[in-house]
Structures are given as structure tokens and as C-alpha cells.
């Protein structure tokens, strides 16, 4: 059995802490946040199972099979007419949770992760859809909008079996959630899990083809999320390190046709980054692929984003997309809102891999959400999210980690260090400052209690070494 899987460390390569050239101080500063709150203590997860009720549709009995020479053959088509009203359902549930972060996995709608908490802000980033509603959107020509985070395989779009149930095993802190794909036979896990000290879910996706003929296929993982009490506004900022975007589809007359490439954040002037930018619904990827090893969001009304960290070299594929102008009452009953963040091996839908006999596709990438930057953050690592944004007389830096922290904020400027700040930080709680008179290239870097850099962005002088994280 051959196998391709991931070996992944260090996110971006810079030194061991720098030499400083003259001697750095404490700048007098502006804090432009309120004092920040204490650390929170760290604590073993725990995980456990309880049942949450949703309302459901009756779709399930209007399921109808499909014949061998229908397209998405042998999974069911929807008879629309059959559709019975909404109506409670329970539904089994394993929770999993340290002192900052909790999630819910629901095994029988597709092993999703149904629900992440940020307990330091308590607040939801996960869409959470009140009802469970057929729409007639995926490949299957219907899917159910639940919110969380799907498993989409072997096609474009939803997949195929993201609506059925999935097996479910808890061992430890973790739960992995399993499938066997009905068309390519080709076995699905997903291992989710937390650890004491930080405030990330770890999320370890693997396809394994233990058939006897090659199968092509995609595996994506397809991120609902609401940053702002279960919907989107227009203070939401999209964060993805690239140049340029590919469109998929869009209902905004004022870009290309899909499959143009765009520059990003701006096009035409315009700052697509911003959802308040948008004209209407919008999806696109990342093109050619991420630049970095980072994507997320931020809404600045709740000051709540989220982080995805993974290894871009194999999990190739960043798509956003946003239902910008859609009626929400097809997939909702409240008018509740919300965007997607989809991360997968290939870079687009239109592309597809073949897994051979025996072979085996798998990696581990890391979901956190952040708080208390104000406008957000900039680049991101396992440990931290930095913003460094320019005004014309100034710079505003935050930092905020995904583990309790003591160390050194440094602001770099044309290669030296123009000042520097003590920081203590950690899940829930943020390190902002303006810095006055800052100019030219700036960079900003981030340094633990032992002098080691572990997270940093912008002009900073490279040496030998890596990021610890």
C-alpha cells in the first residue's frame, strides 16, 4: 500500500530571535482597546454526548432512488411533492471542549461539525440553520443548508453523502467520523479533536482507496459560518493571501463571466474583501492557490473572525463564496445569513485527482476563532493572528494568540526594530496599539518568553531558521 500524507511544521521560514541592530524601547503608545481580561487558565478537554433538536423538514420520505444511468446513480433524488412539513427532530451530538473552544459534531447529518463556540466571547462562528431545509442547490440537484462544517467528496459542489449518517468513534479528546462513498467505494475519515493549551480544533481529513481500480475524485471541506449573531453584514472581511481569484459564480453585473481570473483584494477599484463591496452573490478560489498558509474572516461589528491553518502545498483548494442578494427563506425559515469557506486538495471544482489502489490522501489543518483585533487580522499561524495596517501617520498592530503567551511584540521598519512591547496574550485576549510615526517597510514579529520567533508578517530581516509555533 503506497500513501500520500503530510509532514507539515512550520509556516513560514524566518529566524531564531534576530539581532538587533541599536537598542529597542517602549514607545509611548495609544492603546485602542478597552484593558484586555485576564488570561484564561487551561484545562484538559472533555468530551461527551447529548442529543440537540432541530426542526426537519420531512425530506427523508420523499427520497426516491435513481436509476444506473442517472448522474448521481446510486444516491436518491428528491420528489419535491413528497416533502413533509418542518417538524422537531433529535438528533445525537458529541461535544467536545477545553477552557476556549467547543464542538459539536452531529454523526447523522454527514459527521459535520455542527457547531464551534468561542467560549472567551461566547459566541458562535458556525452558521446554525434553525431548520433543516431542502434546497435545490448540489450536485445532487438538492442538499441541506444545516450550517457547520460538511465533508463534500467524490464531486464538485456539496458531494454526495454529506446528508446521510456517518459513523462515529470517540477515543480520547478526539472523534473521528467515517463514510464508505457509495460510488468510488473509497473510505472517508475525518478526525476532530482539541487539546489542553490552545484554543484550535484540529481537523484530519483522509481518503483511502482500498478498491482494486484507480477512482477520481475531490474532497472538500466546506466551512458555514456566521461571525455575528447566526448572520453576515457588511462588516465582514474576507482574509486570503493571494494576488488573484478565480470566479465560480456570481450575480454581481459588475464582474467577468466565471472562470476569469481578477486581481485581489481590488478589482476595478473596488476592494472585494469586503462583503459591503459586493454587489450580490459571489464565489471564487483562490488562484492559483493560496499564497500563504492561512485564510479566514472578520466581522468588525462583532469584532469575532475566524482562522483556517493548513498545508497549501497539498490542501490546495480556498473558495469563498457569499449569498449576497439570494432570498435566505431558501434555505432558512428565519432570514438568517451566512458565507462559506471551503478548503479541499484541488484548486478548483473543475479539476479532479485520481487515487489509486491502496493510495491514501490525507493532512491535518487547524480552525480558530479570534477576537478583539477591531479590523481583524493580516496573516496567521498555528500560535497567532497579526494585523500591522498603515494610516498616514501612524500604524496599528494587535496580536492575538491561540495560546496563553508571554513575550515580545516587535515593530520593524526598513530592516530595524522601531519599537517593541511586552505582551502577555492569549485565546480571548488581544494586544492592540497605534504606533505614531511609524513609515517606509514595516514588519511585525512576534516573540515567546525564550526569544524565539513564532509568528511574523511584513519587512522582517530573514535569518536562518524557522518559526516556532
Known amino acids: 500500500m503506497w500513501r500520500v500524507a503530510v509532514a507539515w511544521h512550520a509556516l513560514v521560514v524566518v529566524a531564531c530571535a534576530p539581532q538587533v541592530v541599536g537598542t529597542p524601547h517602549v514607545p509611548a503608545h495609544r492603546p485602542i482597546a478597552a484593558p484586555s481580561p485576564p488570561l484564561i487558565p487551561a484545562s ?34 428528491l420528489n419535491w411533492a413528497k416533502v413533509g412539513p418542518p417538524a422537531p427532530k433529535n438528533y445525537r451530538a458529541i461535544v467536545l471542549e477545553n477552557s476556549y473552544t467547543q464542538v459539536t459534531v452531529l454523526p447523522e447529518l454527514g459527521g459535520r461539525i455542527w457547531r464551534i463556540v468561542d467560549k472567551t466571547t461566547d459566541r458562535t462562528v458556525t452558521y446554525q440553520n434553525p431548520v433543516i431545509k ?13 450550517g457547520g462544517i460538511e465533508w463534500c467528496l467524490p464531486v464538485d459542489e456539496h458531494g454526495l453523502n454529506e446528508y446521510r449518517p456517518w459513523n462515529a468513534r470517540i477515543s ?20 476532530i479533536s482539541l487539546d489542553t493549551a490552545h484554543s484550535y480544533v484540529t481537523i484530519q481529513p483522509r481518503v483511502t482507496n482500498a478498491t482494486d481500480a484507480p477512482q477520481t475524485m475531490q474532497f472538500w471541506g466546506n466551512a458555514m459560518l456566521a461571525l455575528a449573531g447566526n448572520r453576515v453584514t457588511d462588516a465582514t472581511r474576507f482574509i486570503l493571501p493571494a494576488a488573484q481569484i478565480t470566479l465560480h459564480s456570481s450575480g454581481d453585473d459588475g464582474l467577468p463571466s466565471p472562470g476569469s481570473t481578477l486581481t485581489w483584494p481590488v478589482f476595478n477599484g473596488r476592494d472585494l474583501s469586503r462583503y459591503a463591496n459586493w454587489r450580490g ?20 461589528s462583532s469584532d469575532e473572525g475566524i482562522v483556517r491553518v493548513f498545508p497549501a502545498g497539498i490542501a490546495r483548494g480556498v473558495k469563498f463564496f457569499g449569498g449576497k442578494g439570494i ?68 500604524v496599528t ?12 511584540l516587535r515593530l520593524w521598519q526598513d530592516g530595524q526594530v522601531l519599537a517593541t512591547w511586552p505582551v502577555s496574550t492569549g485565546p480571548g485576549r488581544s494586544f492592540n496599539v497605534i504606533q505614531p510615526g511609524a513609515n517606509g517597510v514595516l514588519g511585525l514579529q512576534l516573540l515567546n518568553s525564550a526569544g524565539r520567533a513564532v509568528a511574523e508578517m511584513g519587512g522582517v530581516p530573514q535569518h536562518p531558521g524557522h518559526v516556532d509555533e
Do not use: C
Not at 344 to 370: C, H, R, S
Open 44 to 77: 484538559a478537554p472533555r468530551v461527551y454526548e447529548t442529543t440537540v433538536t432541530i426542526s426537519t423538514y420531512g425530506y427523508q420520505q420523499a427520497l426516491e432512488p435513481s436509476g444506473k444511468h442517472d448522474s448521481i446513480y446510486p444516491y436518491p433524488r
Open 134 to 146: 431542502p434546497l435545490r442547490w448540489g450536485h445532487r440537484g438538492w442538499w441541506l443548508a444545516t
Open 172 to 191: 480520547g479528546a478526539s472523534v473521528t467520523v467515517s463514510d464508505r462513498e457509495e460510488r468510488t467505494r473509497l473510505d472517508v475519515a475525518v478526525t
Open 281 to 300: 452573490h459571489l464565489g471564487f478560489f483562490s488562484s492559483p492557490a493560496a499564497s500563504g498558509d492561512f485564510a479566514g474572516a472578520y466581522d468588525t
Open 327 to 394: 432570498d435566505p427563506f431558501t434555505w432558512t425559515n428565519d432570514g438568517s445569513t451566512y458565507f462559506e469557506l471551503w478548503g479541499g486538495l484541488l484548486p478548483t471544482f473543475w479539476e479532479y485527482v485520481t487515487i489509486q489502489p491502496g493510495q491514501t490522501f490525507d493532512w491535518t489543518e487547524w480552525w480558530y476563532p479570534v477576537s478583539g483585533l477591531g479590523q481583524g487580522f493580516d496573516m496567521a499561524n498555528l500560535t497567532a493572528a497579526l494585523r500591522l495596517s498603515s494610516q498616514a501617520d501612524s
Open 397 to 408: 498592530l494587535g496580536v492575538v494568540t491561540s495560546v496563553n503567551l508571554d513575550g515580545e
